[in-house]
């Protein structure tokens, strides 16, 4: 006797967010959710800017391939770019689509894929121009003598004179650090950086 296995139909998992600030309720996007045939519908209030969703990350799990991820806008999944491709990218792992009412995105189709591989490239574009920019920047702070980090808050000259200062005992550390307006514990460290450098000279002489 033959035992034929039944086939699980996809299905359209919907998903509803709004802001906790908005002061609003996700009743307009279940409406819409609903009339476009989702079969469940995950609910939350948090900001599209945070990834701790839980609401979010459930039905992401319930996704199977051949599934339809479904909102009501884009921005109701995300409100960043780099975000939102890596949430469909994921999906796309699975097997399964995606599909924003408003804005008329449907994975599934060619015309939707195209669409968000379009997305994806400029996403890219843009990411790849922002690293450019950021090391030209730094190659250029380089050349110029400019390293990253925060700005010493005493230049070269002005650590020698305290060094010089503080060793002719001329100065108290604590006064060259009211004289210089630093704390204390900065001039300990230069001091303590000087005859670092002394001891150093010494033992290669």
């Not at 045939?37 to 900001?47: I, L, M, Q, T």
């Not at 339809?68 to 995300?78: H, P, Q, T, Y």
Request: proline share 3%.
């Amino acid at each position: 006797m033959a035992i034929r296995l039944r086939k699980i139909s996809p299905m359209l998992i919907g998903y509803a967010r709004v802001s906790r600030q908005d002061g609003q309720d996700t009743a307009l996007q279940i409406q819409a959710l609903k009339a476009a045939g989702v079969d469940r519908v995950f609910e939350e209030k948090a900001s599209g800017g945070r990834w701790d969703r839980p609401q979010l990350h459930r039905a992401l799990d319930q996704l199977r391939p051949g599934d339809v991820f479904v909102v009501w806008k884009l921005d109701r999944l995300s409100r960043s770019l780099k975000d939102l491709l890596t949430l469909m990218e994921k999906m796309a792992a699975i097997g399964a689509g995606f599909r924003s009412l408003t804005e008329a995105i449907d994975t599934t189709t060619p015309a939707g894929r195209m669409m968000m591989q379009m997305v994806g490239s400029f996403a890219e574009f843009e990411r790849a121009m922002i690293r450019e920019c950021t090391k030209a920047g730094l190659d250029t702070a380089r050349r110029q003598g400019r390293v990253g980090g925060r700005r010493p808050k005493l230049t070269v000259h002005q650590q020698q004179e305290i060094v010089e200062m503080v060793t002719s005992e001329r100065k108290s550390s604590s006064e060259a650090a009211r004289l210089f307006n630093v704390h204390p514990a900065t001039v300990s460290r230069i001091i303590a950086k000087y005859r670092l450098q002394e001891a150093l000279s010494d033992s290669a002489k």
